[in-house]
């Protein structure tokens, strides 16, 4: 086989992943239906009342012929309303949603059916079936979405881009993207508007073809299906649009960078308004039902963990006092909500003069990159019971009080000492809009691997666009982070 020939084959496989993607999908759909609903109709009824007949005034089916027409409608609502769409495949959240909408209204659907034919359904088969099915095909598409990863990390079942813009934002972007593989988006080159000429973007390997010009020789070249335009200064609306025009329907797709970064999806709109596609950003809110929601979450799950965790903290503070080296919880002065001090609890991890040897330990080498929060791997003031505490993140279990006293929330961001503060710019105190929390994304993301300029971003990123529902996607991956045990000291 030729290189050509072979290069094309890729080329083509490359293309066309999203529909070998989505036929898995959908298979993978079909059988979690089928297991689901077959499995509850012979749990429910047992093998030998499963034929039993669905009577209405006119007609009477058996249900294993109404278990088809569930599995036939469900698969229908599936495609309907985009659950395979190449725009959520592989997405996580987006994509589990519309599985959850298309099965709700389904089975409102089916409600308002049975309601105006008097069709006489069995409710424990249809309220069994409805939430049984969609957990498990939520489940099914979590598990693809790890193997879509995976791919994704070895390069394969990606969108291969080009981008386009000024030197400065395509090695930004570029950074980006190489940090998130799992977004499926690959950057094989570059076509550079302004900037030093290179052959290569600077600290990267990524090759440079010419610039908006040469935007087709390089789609060509590298086997490109997607073109994202990283700064549009350089280039007039006019040029844009013909750049849009020169695409190739279905098979190249066109995405533009916004000058406003960190903006979480929830709170962007589109709105086409004279042939002009506005951006409508929502301004976060601090105040109002949101701010009750998540007080009365954080009430309910402190209290339902303290209670069920009960034990775990009477052993942990057993394990303390009988160290012999000092009270069992260390109580701290912490920065939180609107600049307020409070004091913050952990379980004591550290000898009872840590605070008197930290001056001394100031300019030992500490996490390269952070520059203001002091994180020391091997610090000699943590004892041998701590180190284990610490491991685990288990020192940190008392914060579930400051938890239920208001002065916390259970996701946040990190609380700051008064001496951190004092090193802030000005933009970082947007952090004290909202609680600290016990967890946040700095504590699923790395923790003390990262940068402090990693940690603002993070920790801003939150206060923009938190939401209860990130909030809990927040607590299961800290419960993966806690066991991985990485950035743990």
């Known amino acids: 086989m030729s290189n050509t020939t072979r290069t094309r084959k890729l080329s083509k496989r490359s293309c066309d992943w999203h529909a070998v993607y989505s036929a898995r999908l959908t298979l993978s759909d ?119 990863v995976a791919q994704r990390s070895r390069g394969q079942f990606t969108s291969r881009v080009i981008l386009i813009g000024t030197q400065e934002s395509s090695v930004h972007i570029a950074d980006e993207l190489r940090t998130r593989l799992g977004a499926g988006y690959l950057v094989v080159g570059a ?37 994202i335009i990283t700064s549009s200064d350089d280039i007039s609306s006019t040029r844009m649009r013909e750049l849009s025009w020169s695409l190739e329907p279905g098979r190249h797709h066109l995405i533009m960078v916004p000058r406003l970064i960190d903006v979480g999806g929830p709170r962007i709109h589109t709105r086409p308004v004279a ?41 942990i503070a057993l394990a303390v006092r009988f160290s ?40 030992t080498p500490r996490v390269v990159g952070n520059t203001v929060m002091f994180k020391m791997q091997n610090d000699p003031r943590i004892t041998r019971t701590g180190r284990f505490l610490r491991r685990y993140s288990l020192d940190e279990l008392p ?45 699923v993301s790395g923790r003390s691997n990262l940068t402090w300029d990693e940690t603002v971003r993070l920790d801003l990123y939150y206060v923009e666009n938190w939401s209860l529902v990130g909030d809990l996607v927040i607590l299961w991956r800290t419960a993966k982070a806690v066991l991985a045990r990485d950035g743990a000291f």
Not at 53 to 75: E, G, N, P
Not at 194 to 204: I, N, R, T, V
Not at 403 to 426: F, K
Request: charged share 15%; glycine share 8%; aromatic share 12%.
């Open 30 to 148: 079909f059988l979690v239906l089928l297991w689901v609903v077959f499995g509850v109709q012979i749990a429910w009824f047992g093998f030998d009342r499963a034929n039993l007949a669905v009577r209405s005034s006119d007609l009477a089916v058996s249900y294993t012929a109404v278990s088809v027409i569930l599995i036939a409608a469900w698969m229908a609502a599936l495609s309907i309303y985009g659950t395979r769409n190449d725009r959520v495949l592989g997405t996580g959240f987006d994509e589990y949603k519309l599985i959850a909408g298309a099965s709700i209204r389904l089975f409102g659907v089916l409600a308002i059916v049975a309601y105006l034919f008097k069709i006489d359904v069995a409710r424990g088969y249809i309220l069994l079936a409805f939430p049984v099915g969609i957990v498990v095909l939520i489940f099914s598409r979590w598990m693809w979405r790890q193997w879509l």
């Open 324 to 363: 012999g080296l000092g009270p069992v919880l260390f109580s701290q002065q912490r920065v939180g909500h609107n600049g307020h001090l409070f004091n913050m609890f952990k379980f004591r991890s550290m000898v009872a003069d840590a605070e008197a040897r930290l001056a001394a330990l100031q300019d």
């Open 275 to 315: 042939g002009l596609p506005l951006i409508h950003v929502e301004m976060p809110r601090y105040e109002g039902h949101t701010l009750f929601t998540k007080r009365a979450f954080d009430i309910v799950m402190s209290a339902l963990l303290i209670v069920a965790l009960s034990p775990a903290l009477a052993a």
């Open 399 to 443: 914060q579930l009080f400051n938890v239920l006293a208001g002065t916390m929330s259970l996701v946040g961001p990190r609380p700051p000492l008064e001496t951190e503060v004092s090193e802030y710019e000005l933009h970082v105190h947007r952090r004290f809009l909202v609680k600290p929390g016990v967890t946040g994304l700095w504590q």
């Open 191 to 227: 076509c550079v508007t302004s900037g030093e000429a290179s052959d290569y973007l600077p600290g990267g390997t990524i090759p440079v073809i010419g610039d908006i010009d040469d935007m087709h020789t390089a789609l060509d070249s590298f086997d490109a299906d997607t073109v």
